[in-house]
């Protein structure tokens, strides 16, 4: 099960404060932080693939924080298929470069 913590906008001068969830990925539409906000956590044990698109979130995601102890993974695809770009447990990326995630693996 999936749970979509929110879809929000997060004020220009956002920081990784701004994603105060426990075991949650937070996209951010912007670079450092900044932009709209959506924040994707997992029930299930083993974590959940979500697809962004299907998930209500129409915008590219250009930075990051993770609050959950175990990686998320960022994929080109769909489905969560081919080689993923990881954001550490317990970290964030203010810019995500060239990279456009299409779905997301989040941990349970």
Known sequence: MVT???LAAA?????AGDCSFTKTLCLFSGENFTGE??????LAPGGTCINLD??????PARSAINT???SAALFASED????P????GG?????LGSFVPVSVWVAG
Do not use: K
């Open 4 to 6: 979509l913590v929110g």
């Open 11 to 15: 004020p220009a001068s956002a920081s």
């Open 37 to 42: 906000r959506i924040t994707l956590s997992s």
């Open 54 to 59: 299907e998930s209500g979130w129409g915008v």
């Open 68 to 70: 959950h102890s175990q």
């Open 80 to 83: 969560c298929a081919g080689g």
């Open 85 to 88: 770009d990881q954001v550490s």
């Open 91 to 95: 970290s964030s990326r203010a810019d």
